[in-house]
Protein backbone atom coordinates (compact mmCIF):
# COMPACT_ATOMS: atom_id res chain seq x y z
CA UNK A 1 0.00 0.00 0.00
CA UNK A 2 1.15 3.62 -0.70
CA UNK A 3 2.63 5.60 2.12
CA UNK A 4 1.00 8.82 3.54
CA UNK A 5 2.92 10.02 5.83
CA UNK A 6 6.14 9.27 7.88
CA UNK A 7 7.27 11.09 10.73
CA UNK A 8 11.22 10.48 11.91
CA UNK A 9 13.09 11.54 14.78
CA UNK A 10 10.13 12.55 16.90
CA UNK A 11 10.49 13.62 20.50
CA UNK A 12 7.73 15.44 22.45
CA UNK A 13 8.58 16.91 26.47
CA UNK A 14 6.87 18.65 28.60
CA UNK A 15 7.87 20.58 31.68
CA UNK A 16 6.77 17.02 33.98
CA UNK A 17 7.17 14.40 31.51
CA UNK A 18 8.38 12.68 28.63
CA UNK A 19 5.88 12.06 25.82
CA UNK A 20 7.83 10.66 22.94
CA UNK A 21 11.71 9.66 22.27
CA UNK A 22 13.18 9.12 19.08
CA UNK A 23 9.95 7.51 17.27
CA UNK A 24 9.49 6.61 13.72
CA UNK A 25 5.95 6.06 12.54
CA UNK A 26 4.68 5.54 9.15
CA UNK A 27 0.88 5.97 7.94
CA UNK A 28 -0.13 3.70 4.61
CA UNK A 29 -3.14 4.21 2.77
CA UNK A 30 -5.84 2.39 4.04
CA UNK A 31 -4.86 1.56 7.44
CA UNK A 32 -7.45 1.10 9.72
CA UNK A 33 -5.83 2.31 13.15
CA UNK A 34 -6.06 1.86 16.61
CA UNK A 35 -4.75 3.97 19.45
CA UNK A 36 -4.03 2.65 22.79
CA UNK A 37 -1.71 3.84 25.53
CA UNK A 38 -2.26 4.99 29.26
CA UNK A 39 -4.21 8.39 29.39
CA UNK A 40 -1.41 11.52 29.16
CA UNK A 41 0.81 9.22 27.48
CA UNK A 42 0.68 10.36 24.49
CA UNK A 43 -2.69 9.22 22.21
CA UNK A 44 -4.08 12.47 21.43
CA UNK A 45 -0.33 13.99 21.11
CA UNK A 46 0.42 12.12 18.31
CA UNK A 47 -2.61 12.79 16.60
CA UNK A 48 -2.12 16.69 17.25
CA UNK A 49 1.19 15.85 16.12
CA UNK A 50 0.06 14.60 12.91
CA UNK A 51 -2.42 17.55 12.25
CA UNK A 52 0.69 20.00 12.87
CA UNK A 53 -1.19 21.68 15.91
CA UNK A 54 1.82 20.47 18.29
CA UNK A 55 5.31 20.86 17.28
CA UNK A 56 8.06 18.42 18.15
CA UNK A 57 11.00 19.45 20.05
CA UNK A 58 13.81 20.89 18.08
CA UNK A 59 16.75 17.56 18.23
CA UNK A 60 19.07 16.43 16.08
CA UNK A 61 18.84 14.70 13.61
CA UNK A 62 16.01 16.93 13.11
CA UNK A 63 12.25 15.84 13.42
CA UNK A 64 10.85 14.88 9.52
CA UNK A 65 7.49 14.80 9.10
CA UNK A 66 7.59 13.27 5.17
CA UNK A 67 4.16 13.51 3.52
CA UNK A 68 2.69 12.24 0.01
CA UNK A 69 1.68 14.76 -2.58
CA UNK A 70 -2.09 13.48 -1.72
CA UNK A 71 -1.89 13.42 1.85
CA UNK A 72 -4.41 15.56 3.72
CA UNK A 73 -6.53 14.75 7.39
CA UNK A 74 -9.33 15.99 8.81
CA UNK A 75 -9.41 15.82 13.05
CA UNK A 76 -12.49 15.26 14.80
CA UNK A 77 -11.73 15.96 18.55
CA UNK A 78 -12.87 14.78 22.10
CA UNK A 79 -14.85 18.04 22.33
CA UNK A 80 -16.13 20.22 19.69
CA UNK A 81 -14.87 24.23 20.04
CA UNK A 82 -16.90 27.48 19.43
CA UNK A 83 -20.28 25.91 19.68
CA UNK A 84 -22.12 29.63 20.44
CA UNK A 85 -22.25 30.98 17.26
CA UNK A 86 -23.62 28.26 15.36
CA UNK A 87 -26.86 26.44 14.17
CA UNK A 88 -25.94 22.63 13.60
CA UNK A 89 -26.75 22.73 10.01
CA UNK A 90 -24.28 25.68 9.51
CA UNK A 91 -21.51 24.30 12.44
CA UNK A 92 -19.89 22.11 9.29
CA UNK A 93 -18.32 25.35 8.34
CA UNK A 94 -16.47 25.52 11.19
CA UNK A 95 -14.81 22.44 10.03
CA UNK A 96 -13.78 23.50 6.34
CA UNK A 97 -11.94 26.84 6.86
CA UNK A 98 -11.51 27.30 3.24
CA UNK A 99 -15.41 26.80 2.53
CA UNK A 100 -16.14 28.73 5.59
CA UNK A 101 -14.20 32.34 4.68
CA UNK A 102 -16.01 32.00 0.82
CA UNK A 103 -19.09 31.72 2.46
CA UNK A 104 -18.87 34.89 4.89
CA UNK A 105 -17.79 36.69 1.86
CA UNK A 106 -20.77 35.88 -0.19
CA UNK A 107 -22.71 36.85 2.71
CA UNK A 108 -20.95 40.36 3.00
CA UNK A 109 -21.70 40.24 -1.33
CA UNK A 110 -25.13 39.43 -0.32
CA UNK A 111 -25.84 41.88 2.11
CA UNK A 112 -24.06 44.60 0.20
CA UNK A 113 -26.50 43.68 -2.96
CA UNK A 114 -29.42 43.55 -0.74
CA UNK A 115 -28.52 47.14 0.75
CA UNK A 116 -27.64 48.89 -2.78
CA UNK A 117 -24.06 49.36 -1.53
CA UNK A 118 -21.16 49.13 -4.33
CA UNK A 119 -20.53 48.48 -7.47
CA UNK A 120 -23.68 45.96 -8.31
CA UNK A 121 -21.56 44.89 -11.65
CA UNK A 122 -18.47 44.08 -9.56
CA UNK A 123 -20.68 42.47 -6.85
CA UNK A 124 -22.81 40.27 -9.24
CA UNK A 125 -19.26 39.24 -10.61
CA UNK A 126 -17.73 38.83 -7.21
CA UNK A 127 -20.32 36.87 -6.58
CA UNK A 128 -20.59 34.40 -9.58
CA UNK A 129 -16.81 33.75 -8.60
CA UNK A 130 -17.61 32.57 -5.05
CA UNK A 131 -20.21 30.40 -6.31
CA UNK A 132 -17.85 28.70 -8.78
CA UNK A 133 -14.82 28.47 -6.07
CA UNK A 134 -17.97 26.97 -3.96
CA UNK A 135 -18.83 24.33 -6.44
CA UNK A 136 -15.26 23.55 -7.30
CA UNK A 137 -14.34 22.67 -4.21
CA UNK A 138 -17.57 20.58 -4.08
CA UNK A 139 -19.34 22.50 -1.27
CA UNK A 140 -22.36 21.55 -2.12
CA UNK A 141 -21.95 17.93 -2.26
CA UNK A 142 -19.98 17.82 0.94
CA UNK A 143 -22.61 19.64 2.96
CA UNK A 144 -25.49 17.04 1.42
CA UNK A 145 -23.18 14.73 2.92
CA UNK A 146 -23.02 15.95 6.17
CA UNK A 147 -27.02 16.60 6.71
CA UNK A 148 -27.72 13.23 5.61
CA UNK A 149 -25.35 12.09 8.15
CA UNK A 150 -27.18 13.98 10.60
CA UNK A 151 -30.46 12.94 9.83
CA UNK A 152 -29.29 9.21 9.72
CA UNK A 153 -28.29 9.46 13.24
CA UNK A 154 -31.40 10.97 13.83
CA UNK A 155 -30.35 14.98 14.38
CA UNK A 156 -33.51 16.13 13.04
CA UNK A 157 -33.94 19.79 13.90
CA UNK A 158 -30.76 21.28 11.99
CA UNK A 159 -31.58 25.12 13.02
CA UNK A 160 -30.99 24.15 16.95
CA UNK A 161 -28.30 25.93 17.87
CA UNK A 162 -25.23 24.14 18.91
CA UNK A 163 -25.33 24.73 22.51
CA UNK A 164 -28.33 23.59 23.08
CA UNK A 165 -27.43 20.14 21.74
CA UNK A 166 -26.84 16.82 24.69
CA UNK A 167 -23.85 15.63 24.85
CA UNK A 168 -25.42 12.74 22.96
CA UNK A 169 -26.30 14.70 20.35
CA UNK A 170 -23.14 16.86 19.98
CA UNK A 171 -21.11 13.49 19.57
CA UNK A 172 -23.53 12.93 16.52
CA UNK A 173 -22.24 16.36 15.18
CA UNK A 174 -18.85 15.22 15.33
CA UNK A 175 -19.52 11.53 13.35
CA UNK A 176 -21.28 13.42 10.51
CA UNK A 177 -18.17 15.82 10.28
CA UNK A 178 -16.10 13.10 10.54
CA UNK A 179 -17.76 11.05 7.70
CA UNK A 180 -18.55 13.46 5.71
CA UNK A 181 -14.98 15.17 5.36
CA UNK A 182 -13.30 14.46 1.88
CA UNK A 183 -9.96 13.99 3.38
CA UNK A 184 -7.88 10.97 2.90
CA UNK A 185 -6.97 10.53 6.66
CA UNK A 186 -9.98 10.90 9.36
CA UNK A 187 -8.31 11.26 13.05
CA UNK A 188 -11.14 10.13 15.18
CA UNK A 189 -10.68 11.18 19.26
CA UNK A 190 -12.58 9.13 21.39
CA UNK A 191 -15.79 9.09 18.91
CA UNK A 192 -18.28 7.26 20.82
CA UNK A 193 -18.41 9.32 24.24
CA UNK A 194 -21.52 9.67 25.44
CA UNK A 195 -23.50 7.60 22.78
CA UNK A 196 -26.53 5.37 22.81
CA UNK A 197 -25.47 1.65 21.58
CA UNK A 198 -27.70 2.11 18.22
CA UNK A 199 -25.68 5.01 17.24
CA UNK A 200 -22.29 3.13 18.11
CA UNK A 201 -23.54 0.23 15.86
CA UNK A 202 -24.09 2.42 13.40
CA UNK A 203 -21.01 4.12 13.50
CA UNK A 204 -19.06 1.30 13.53
CA UNK A 205 -21.15 -0.31 10.11
CA UNK A 206 -19.91 2.96 8.71
CA UNK A 207 -16.48 2.52 9.65
CA UNK A 208 -16.36 -0.98 8.03
CA UNK A 209 -17.44 -0.02 5.19
CA UNK A 210 -15.18 2.95 4.21
CA UNK A 211 -12.15 2.91 2.10
CA UNK A 212 -10.75 5.85 3.82
CA UNK A 213 -7.45 5.76 5.82
CA UNK A 214 -8.20 6.46 9.62
CA UNK A 215 -6.83 6.29 13.21
CA UNK A 216 -8.81 5.91 16.15
CA UNK A 217 -8.53 6.37 19.92
CA UNK A 218 -11.45 4.53 21.50
CA UNK A 219 -11.76 2.83 25.14
CA UNK A 220 -14.77 0.81 23.74
CA UNK A 221 -13.40 -2.63 23.06
CA UNK A 222 -15.60 -4.13 20.54
CA UNK A 223 -15.19 -1.13 18.60
CA UNK A 224 -11.78 -1.92 18.56
CA UNK A 225 -12.26 -5.20 17.51
CA UNK A 226 -14.59 -4.84 14.81
CA UNK A 227 -13.10 -1.92 12.73
CA UNK A 228 -9.64 -1.61 13.39
CA UNK A 229 -6.69 -3.91 11.41
CA UNK A 230 -3.66 -2.73 13.10
CA UNK A 231 -2.93 -1.28 16.18
CA UNK A 232 -0.41 1.30 17.72
CA UNK A 233 0.48 0.67 21.19
CA UNK A 234 2.12 4.22 23.00
CA UNK A 235 4.47 3.08 25.69
CA UNK A 236 6.94 4.92 27.59
CA UNK A 237 7.61 6.81 24.95
CA UNK A 238 7.71 4.55 22.04
CA UNK A 239 5.51 3.54 19.88
CA UNK A 240 4.64 -0.43 18.73
CA UNK A 241 2.98 -0.74 15.86
CA UNK A 242 0.96 -4.31 15.37
CA UNK A 243 -0.37 -5.52 11.79
CA UNK A 244 -3.69 -7.25 12.88
CA UNK A 245 -6.75 -6.79 14.60
CA UNK A 246 -7.60 -5.77 18.15
CA UNK A 247 -8.19 -9.67 19.57
CA UNK A 248 -5.02 -10.69 17.71
CA UNK A 249 -3.46 -8.23 19.56
CA UNK A 250 -4.45 -9.00 22.92
CA UNK A 251 -3.65 -12.86 22.00
CA UNK A 252 -0.11 -11.51 21.15
CA UNK A 253 0.92 -9.36 24.21
CA UNK A 254 -0.46 -12.61 26.25
CA UNK A 255 2.17 -14.54 24.62
CA UNK A 256 4.64 -11.72 25.05
CA UNK A 257 4.34 -11.67 28.41
CA UNK A 258 4.88 -15.61 28.60
CA UNK A 259 7.78 -15.33 26.57
CA UNK A 260 9.11 -12.52 29.50
CA UNK A 261 8.18 -14.41 32.24
CA UNK A 262 10.02 -17.22 30.50
CA UNK A 263 13.51 -14.85 29.70
CA UNK A 264 12.82 -13.41 33.09
CA UNK A 265 13.21 -17.25 34.58
CA UNK A 266 16.25 -17.89 33.23
CA UNK A 267 17.80 -14.93 33.54
CA UNK A 268 17.27 -15.43 37.49
CA UNK A 269 18.56 -18.97 37.27
CA UNK A 270 21.51 -17.20 35.54
CA UNK A 271 21.62 -14.59 38.07
CA UNK A 272 21.46 -17.52 41.09
CA UNK A 273 24.46 -19.34 39.49
CA UNK A 274 26.18 -16.14 39.11
CA UNK A 275 25.31 -14.21 42.35
CA UNK A 276 26.65 -18.09 44.09
CA UNK A 277 30.17 -17.65 41.79
CA UNK A 278 30.68 -14.20 43.54
CA UNK A 279 30.14 -14.80 46.51
CA UNK A 280 32.77 -17.65 46.53
CA UNK A 281 35.49 -14.49 47.42
CA UNK A 282 38.32 -12.83 45.94
CA UNK A 283 40.32 -15.73 45.26
CA UNK A 284 37.36 -16.83 43.27
CA UNK A 285 37.06 -14.12 41.67
CA UNK A 286 40.25 -14.01 40.68
CA UNK A 287 40.61 -17.30 38.63
CA UNK A 288 37.41 -15.71 36.31
CA UNK A 289 37.95 -13.52 33.72
CA UNK A 290 37.19 -9.61 34.52
CA UNK A 291 34.38 -10.01 32.25
CA UNK A 292 32.75 -12.93 33.60
CA UNK A 293 32.17 -9.67 36.37
CA UNK A 294 31.20 -7.26 34.25
CA UNK A 295 28.91 -9.69 32.95
CA UNK A 296 27.20 -10.41 36.15
CA UNK A 297 26.01 -6.42 35.99
CA UNK A 298 25.27 -6.79 32.90
CA UNK A 299 22.87 -9.60 34.17
CA UNK A 300 20.91 -7.91 36.73
CA UNK A 301 20.20 -4.65 34.88
CA UNK A 302 18.90 -7.00 31.88
CA UNK A 303 16.73 -8.50 35.27
CA UNK A 304 15.71 -5.01 36.43
CA UNK A 305 14.89 -3.80 32.42
CA UNK A 306 12.56 -6.91 32.04
CA UNK A 307 11.06 -6.67 35.29
CA UNK A 308 10.15 -2.57 34.47
CA UNK A 309 8.58 -3.71 30.91
CA UNK A 310 6.55 -7.06 32.12
CA UNK A 311 3.03 -6.23 32.35
CA UNK A 312 1.86 -4.48 35.89
CA UNK A 313 -0.73 -6.56 37.92
CA UNK A 314 -2.39 -4.16 39.78
CA UNK A 315 -4.75 -5.65 42.35
CA UNK A 316 -4.98 -2.21 45.16
CA UNK A 317 -8.10 -0.49 44.22
CA UNK A 318 -10.49 -2.26 47.04
CA UNK A 319 -13.36 -1.44 46.03
CA UNK A 320 -15.41 -0.72 49.74
CA UNK A 321 -18.83 -2.68 50.68
CA UNK A 322 -20.35 -1.35 54.17
CA UNK A 323 -21.36 -4.71 55.79
CA UNK A 324 -25.02 -3.59 55.60
CA UNK A 325 -27.24 -6.71 56.69
CA UNK A 326 -30.02 -5.41 54.37
CA UNK A 327 -30.94 -7.75 51.58
CA UNK A 328 -33.41 -5.29 49.76
CA UNK A 329 -32.17 -1.63 49.52
CA UNK A 330 -34.23 0.15 47.21
CA UNK A 331 -38.37 -1.30 46.35
CA UNK A 332 -40.20 0.85 43.69
CA UNK A 333 -44.08 0.40 43.19
CA UNK A 334 -45.50 1.76 40.37
CA UNK A 335 -43.05 4.39 39.65
CA UNK A 336 -44.03 7.40 37.08
CA UNK A 337 -42.18 10.24 36.03
CA UNK A 338 -43.91 13.36 33.95
CA UNK A 339 -42.25 16.01 32.89
CA UNK A 340 -45.13 18.58 31.62
CA UNK A 341 -47.67 16.71 29.14
CA UNK A 342 -44.48 14.36 28.56
CA UNK A 343 -44.34 11.26 30.56
CA UNK A 344 -40.80 9.56 30.76
CA UNK A 345 -41.86 6.03 32.72
CA UNK A 346 -45.39 4.68 34.76
CA UNK A 347 -45.93 1.95 36.87
CA UNK A 348 -42.42 0.95 37.04
CA UNK A 349 -41.86 -2.34 39.66
CA UNK A 350 -38.59 -3.24 40.66
CA UNK A 351 -36.06 -4.28 43.37
CA UNK A 352 -32.43 -3.88 44.10
CA UNK A 353 -30.72 -6.46 46.44
CA UNK A 354 -27.84 -6.81 47.79
CA UNK A 355 -25.23 -8.16 45.53
CA UNK A 356 -27.31 -6.68 42.46
CA UNK A 357 -24.93 -6.29 39.83
CA UNK A 358 -27.18 -4.33 37.45
CA UNK A 359 -27.06 -2.39 34.06
CA UNK A 360 -29.24 -0.13 33.15
CA UNK A 361 -29.58 0.53 29.13
CA UNK A 362 -31.64 2.21 26.77
CA UNK A 363 -31.28 5.16 23.87
CA UNK A 364 -30.66 8.84 24.96
CA UNK A 365 -33.80 10.51 26.44
CA UNK A 366 -35.65 8.23 27.85
CA UNK A 367 -35.07 8.81 31.66
CA UNK A 368 -32.01 6.94 32.80
CA UNK A 369 -30.80 9.53 34.49
CA UNK A 370 -33.95 10.40 36.11
CA UNK A 371 -34.34 6.97 37.58
CA UNK A 372 -31.14 7.39 38.85
CA UNK A 373 -32.14 10.53 40.58
CA UNK A 374 -35.17 9.40 41.99
CA UNK A 375 -32.66 6.12 43.54
CA UNK A 376 -30.54 8.61 44.75
CA UNK A 377 -33.38 10.59 46.48
CA UNK A 378 -32.46 14.10 44.44
CA UNK A 379 -35.80 13.88 42.25
CA UNK A 380 -39.20 13.06 43.40
CA UNK A 381 -41.41 10.57 41.61
CA UNK A 382 -45.07 12.05 40.38
CA UNK A 383 -46.47 8.93 41.10
CA UNK A 384 -45.63 5.86 42.93
CA UNK A 385 -43.42 5.01 46.09
CA UNK A 386 -39.85 4.58 46.44
CA UNK A 387 -39.12 2.58 49.74
CA UNK A 388 -35.37 2.35 51.41
CA UNK A 389 -33.82 1.41 54.36
CA UNK A 390 -33.19 3.88 56.75
CA UNK A 391 -29.81 5.92 55.91
CA UNK A 392 -29.06 4.16 53.19
CA UNK A 393 -25.82 5.24 51.20
CA UNK A 394 -25.76 5.56 47.46
CA UNK A 395 -22.28 6.82 45.51
CA UNK A 396 -22.82 8.08 42.52
CA UNK A 397 -19.82 8.68 40.04
CA UNK A 398 -21.26 10.89 37.55
CA UNK A 399 -20.31 11.51 33.77
CA UNK A 400 -20.34 14.77 34.35
CA UNK A 401 -17.12 15.14 36.99
CA UNK A 402 -16.43 17.78 39.30
CA UNK A 403 -13.38 20.20 38.68
CA UNK A 404 -10.44 19.17 40.57
CA UNK A 405 -8.19 22.10 41.85
CA UNK A 406 -5.70 22.82 39.75
CA UNK A 407 -2.59 23.55 42.40
CA UNK A 408 -3.19 20.94 44.29
CA UNK A 409 -1.57 17.31 44.25
CA UNK A 410 -3.22 14.05 43.99
CA UNK A 411 -0.94 13.48 47.47
CA UNK A 412 -3.04 16.38 49.69
CA UNK A 413 -6.12 15.34 47.84
CA UNK A 414 -6.60 11.46 48.38
CA UNK A 415 -4.13 11.98 52.08
CA UNK A 416 -6.62 15.29 53.07
CA UNK A 417 -3.32 16.24 54.77
CA UNK A 418 -2.37 12.84 56.10
CA UNK A 419 -0.06 10.32 54.62
CA UNK A 420 -2.87 7.39 54.91
CA UNK A 421 -5.81 7.04 53.33
CA UNK A 422 -8.75 6.00 55.99
CA UNK A 423 -11.88 4.54 55.04
CA UNK A 424 -15.31 4.71 56.63
CA UNK A 425 -15.12 1.41 57.39
CA UNK A 426 -11.75 2.04 59.22
CA UNK A 427 -9.73 0.08 56.41
CA UNK A 428 -6.32 2.54 55.87
CA UNK A 429 -3.54 2.12 53.17
CA UNK A 430 -0.80 4.44 52.45
CA UNK A 431 -1.33 7.07 49.65
CA UNK A 432 1.28 6.04 47.77
CA UNK A 433 0.15 2.39 47.89
CA UNK A 434 -3.33 3.75 47.06
CA UNK A 435 -2.87 5.65 44.27
CA UNK A 436 -0.29 2.83 42.52
CA UNK A 437 -3.39 0.85 42.07
CA UNK A 438 -4.98 3.93 40.00
CA UNK A 439 -1.63 3.48 38.08
CA UNK A 440 0.34 6.58 39.35
CA UNK A 441 3.79 7.06 39.85
CA UNK A 442 5.54 7.55 42.80
CA UNK A 443 7.25 10.78 40.72
CA UNK A 444 3.53 11.87 40.02
CA UNK A 445 1.40 11.48 43.06
CA UNK A 446 3.38 14.96 44.36
CA UNK A 447 3.13 17.30 40.97
CA UNK A 448 0.25 19.92 40.51
CA UNK A 449 -3.12 18.55 39.17
CA UNK A 450 -3.12 21.18 36.10
CA UNK A 451 0.09 19.22 34.84
CA UNK A 452 -2.10 16.19 34.27
CA UNK A 453 -4.11 15.28 31.28
CA UNK A 454 -7.85 14.79 30.91
CA UNK A 455 -7.52 11.37 31.06
CA UNK A 456 -5.16 11.20 34.19
CA UNK A 457 -7.76 13.56 35.90
CA UNK A 458 -10.33 10.97 35.20
CA UNK A 459 -8.52 8.40 36.88
CA UNK A 460 -7.99 10.59 40.09
CA UNK A 461 -11.35 11.34 40.58
CA UNK A 462 -12.13 7.59 40.59
CA UNK A 463 -9.40 7.30 43.13
CA UNK A 464 -11.23 9.91 45.29
CA UNK A 465 -14.70 8.82 44.96
CA UNK A 466 -13.54 5.29 45.77
CA UNK A 467 -12.38 5.75 48.99
CA UNK A 468 -15.16 4.73 51.18
CA UNK A 469 -17.71 2.71 51.76
CA UNK A 470 -21.72 2.49 50.03
CA UNK A 471 -24.78 0.31 50.11
CA UNK A 472 -25.24 0.90 46.12
CA UNK A 473 -22.46 2.37 43.83
CA UNK A 474 -24.00 3.82 40.81
CA UNK A 475 -21.63 4.28 37.85
CA UNK A 476 -23.00 6.98 34.95
CA UNK A 477 -20.86 6.15 31.97
CA UNK A 478 -17.48 5.32 34.44
CA UNK A 479 -15.45 4.34 31.18
CA UNK A 480 -15.85 8.08 29.44
CA UNK A 481 -12.10 8.98 28.85
CA UNK A 482 -10.25 6.39 30.62
CA UNK A 483 -7.67 4.07 29.12
CA UNK A 484 -7.81 0.83 28.14
CA UNK A 485 -5.37 -0.65 31.93
CA UNK A 486 -7.68 1.49 33.77
CA UNK A 487 -10.97 0.06 32.28
CA UNK A 488 -9.23 -3.61 32.95
CA UNK A 489 -8.00 -2.52 36.29
CA UNK A 490 -11.99 -1.19 37.10
CA UNK A 491 -13.50 -4.21 35.46
CA UNK A 492 -11.89 -6.62 37.81
CA UNK A 493 -12.48 -4.93 41.12
CA UNK A 494 -16.37 -4.29 39.85
CA UNK A 495 -16.75 -8.01 38.34
CA UNK A 496 -15.39 -9.35 42.35
CA UNK A 497 -16.94 -6.45 43.95
CA UNK A 498 -19.66 -8.06 46.62
CA UNK A 499 -22.43 -5.21 47.07
CA UNK A 500 -24.85 -3.85 44.84
CA UNK A 501 -23.72 -1.78 41.26
CA UNK A 502 -25.81 0.03 38.99
CA UNK A 503 -24.29 0.67 35.60
CA UNK A 504 -24.97 2.73 32.78
CA UNK A 505 -22.92 3.11 30.45
CA UNK A 506 -22.44 1.83 26.23
CA UNK A 507 -18.98 -0.19 26.46
CA UNK A 508 -20.63 -3.28 25.66
CA UNK A 509 -17.44 -5.43 26.85
CA UNK A 510 -17.24 -3.32 30.61
CA UNK A 511 -21.11 -4.16 30.65
CA UNK A 512 -20.90 -8.01 29.54
CA UNK A 513 -17.91 -8.47 32.23
CA UNK A 514 -19.28 -6.75 35.12
CA UNK A 515 -23.30 -7.03 35.66
CA UNK A 516 -25.10 -9.99 35.74
CA UNK A 517 -29.10 -8.20 35.30
CA UNK A 518 -29.89 -5.74 32.75
CA UNK A 519 -32.69 -3.08 32.43
CA UNK A 520 -33.64 -1.59 29.67
CA UNK A 521 -35.35 1.74 29.95
CA UNK A 522 -38.09 1.64 26.64
CA UNK A 523 -41.47 2.93 26.17
CA UNK A 524 -41.71 4.01 29.48
CA UNK A 525 -41.20 0.67 31.07
CA UNK A 526 -38.20 -1.38 32.28
CA UNK A 527 -37.61 -4.77 30.42
CA UNK A 528 -35.45 -6.87 32.88
CA UNK A 529 -33.32 -9.54 31.61
CA UNK A 530 -31.97 -11.66 34.43
CA UNK A 531 -29.15 -13.09 31.73
CA UNK A 532 -27.53 -9.75 31.46
CA UNK A 533 -26.50 -8.36 28.30
CA UNK A 534 -26.33 -10.90 26.23
CA UNK A 535 -29.73 -11.73 26.91
CA UNK A 536 -30.29 -7.89 26.25
CA UNK A 537 -28.83 -7.43 23.20
CA UNK A 538 -31.20 -9.80 21.63
CA UNK A 539 -33.70 -7.27 22.39
CA UNK A 540 -31.63 -4.24 21.47
CA UNK A 541 -30.83 -5.16 18.31
CA UNK A 542 -34.98 -5.99 17.94
CA UNK A 543 -35.88 -2.50 19.20
CA UNK A 544 -33.54 -0.80 16.41
CA UNK A 545 -35.01 -3.34 13.63
CA UNK A 546 -38.30 -2.35 14.60
CA UNK A 547 -37.59 1.47 14.23
CA UNK A 548 -35.70 1.06 11.04
CA UNK A 549 -38.77 -0.86 9.73
CA UNK A 550 -41.21 1.79 10.95
CA UNK A 551 -39.02 4.86 8.98
CA UNK A 552 -39.23 2.11 5.68
CA UNK A 553 -42.85 1.60 5.87
CA UNK A 554 -45.41 3.74 3.84
CA UNK A 555 -47.94 5.96 5.58
CA UNK A 556 -50.53 4.02 6.67
CA UNK A 557 -53.95 6.43 4.41
CA UNK A 558 -51.67 5.52 1.45
CA UNK A 559 -53.43 3.19 -1.00
CA UNK A 560 -51.45 0.45 -2.03
CA UNK A 561 -51.41 -0.83 -5.70
CA UNK A 562 -52.80 -3.80 -6.06
CA UNK A 563 -50.79 -7.38 -6.71
CA UNK A 564 -50.16 -8.62 -9.86
CA UNK A 565 -49.92 -12.26 -10.71
CA UNK A 566 -46.24 -13.23 -11.32
CA UNK A 567 -45.06 -15.67 -14.25
CA UNK A 568 -43.66 -18.44 -11.99
CA UNK A 569 -41.61 -19.64 -14.35
CA UNK A 570 -37.77 -18.54 -13.80
CA UNK A 571 -36.15 -16.71 -16.43
CA UNK A 572 -32.50 -18.76 -16.36
CA UNK A 573 -31.22 -20.40 -19.57
CA UNK A 574 -29.85 -23.94 -18.75
CA UNK A 575 -26.43 -22.85 -18.81
CA UNK A 576 -26.87 -20.15 -16.00
CA UNK A 577 -29.43 -22.66 -14.00
CA UNK A 578 -25.91 -25.06 -13.94
CA UNK A 579 -24.07 -21.64 -12.80
CA UNK A 580 -26.47 -20.74 -10.26
CA UNK A 581 -26.19 -24.14 -8.86
CA UNK A 582 -22.36 -24.60 -9.16
CA UNK A 583 -22.09 -20.91 -7.05
CA UNK A 584 -22.66 -21.97 -3.32
CA UNK A 585 -19.97 -24.45 -3.37
CA UNK A 586 -17.57 -21.94 -5.26
CA UNK A 587 -18.47 -19.28 -2.46
CA UNK A 588 -18.28 -22.35 0.33
CA UNK A 589 -14.24 -22.96 -1.31
CA UNK A 590 -12.99 -19.65 -1.64
CA UNK A 591 -14.63 -18.58 2.08
CA UNK A 592 -12.41 -21.66 3.70
CA UNK A 593 -9.43 -19.98 1.96
CA UNK A 594 -9.87 -16.77 3.33
CA UNK A 595 -10.52 -17.75 6.78
CA UNK A 596 -7.09 -19.66 6.16
CA UNK A 597 -5.60 -16.77 5.12
CA UNK A 598 -6.80 -14.90 8.17
CA UNK A 599 -5.67 -17.84 10.40
CA UNK A 600 -2.00 -17.26 8.80
CA UNK A 601 -1.96 -13.91 9.20
CA UNK A 602 -3.18 -14.21 13.10
CA UNK A 603 -0.56 -16.52 13.21
CA UNK A 604 2.55 -14.22 12.35
CA UNK A 605 5.13 -13.47 14.94
CA UNK A 606 5.00 -9.74 14.73
CA UNK A 607 7.94 -9.36 17.67
CA UNK A 608 10.52 -11.17 15.54
CA UNK A 609 9.66 -9.71 12.58
CA UNK A 610 12.58 -9.98 9.91
CA UNK A 611 12.76 -9.27 6.05
CA UNK A 612 11.75 -12.70 5.23
CA UNK A 613 8.64 -12.96 7.61
CA UNK A 614 7.62 -9.30 6.14
CA UNK A 615 7.71 -10.73 2.62
CA UNK A 616 5.52 -13.59 3.64
CA UNK A 617 3.56 -11.19 5.43
CA UNK A 618 2.66 -8.64 1.95
CA UNK A 619 2.08 -12.00 0.45
CA UNK A 620 -0.66 -13.17 2.74
CA UNK A 621 -1.74 -9.45 2.92
CA UNK A 622 -2.12 -9.44 -1.81
CA UNK A 623 -3.51 -12.66 -1.07
CA UNK A 624 -6.43 -11.83 1.22
CA UNK A 625 -7.12 -9.02 -0.76
CA UNK A 626 -7.55 -10.91 -4.01
CA UNK A 627 -9.83 -13.40 -2.01
CA UNK A 628 -11.65 -10.65 -0.37
CA UNK A 629 -12.63 -9.32 -3.78
CA UNK A 630 -13.48 -13.00 -6.00
CA UNK A 631 -15.68 -13.59 -3.08
CA UNK A 632 -17.59 -10.27 -3.29
CA UNK A 633 -18.03 -10.84 -7.26
CA UNK A 634 -18.96 -14.54 -6.65
CA UNK A 635 -21.74 -12.87 -4.52
CA UNK A 636 -22.54 -10.14 -7.01
CA UNK A 637 -23.10 -13.24 -9.68
CA UNK A 638 -25.51 -15.15 -7.01
CA UNK A 639 -27.67 -12.26 -6.36
CA UNK A 640 -27.81 -11.62 -9.61
CA UNK A 641 -29.45 -14.91 -10.59
CA UNK A 642 -31.40 -14.47 -7.34
CA UNK A 643 -33.03 -11.20 -8.53
CA UNK A 644 -33.95 -12.77 -12.01
CA UNK A 645 -35.58 -15.58 -9.96
Not at 66 to 93: C, G, H, R, T
Not at 363 to 372: A, D, E, F, P, T
Amino acid sequence: MPTLCTLQNLSLHYPHKVIFKDVTFTLNQGDKIGVLGLNGHGKSSLFKVLANQVTPDTTVPPFIYDKSKDFSYFYVPQELPALNDWDVENFFYEFHPNLKALKKRLDVVSQNMSDGEGNFDKLINEQSHIFDELQKLGEDRLHAQYVSYLKYFGVENIDRTMISLSGGEQRKVALSLGLSAPQELILWDEPTNHLDLETIQDFEEELKNTRKTFMLISHDRSLLSNVTERIVHIQRGKLRSFVGTYDAYLDFLIEDQNRREKELDKLNNSQRRETAWIRRGAKARRTKSKKRIEDYGNLNQAIANLKAEAHKSVTGLNLQNSGRKTKVLVAAENLELKFGDRTLFKDLNFSIAKGDKIALMGRNGVGKSSLLKIILGELEPTGGKVTKPENLDVGYFSQKREALKDNETPWNMIGEGIDFVISNTGDKRHVASYLEGFLFSSDEIKRPIHTFSGGEKNRLQLAQFMKHARDIWIFDEPTNDLDLETIGILEEELRTYPGALIIVGHDRSFIDNVTEKCWVLHDGKIENFEAGFSQAEIFLEAIHLEEELKKKSPPSKVAMPAATPSNAKDKLSNKERNRYNDLPGEIEKVEKKLAQIKEEIAGVDYASMDKEKKTKLDTLQKSLETTEAKLEVLFSEWSAFESKL
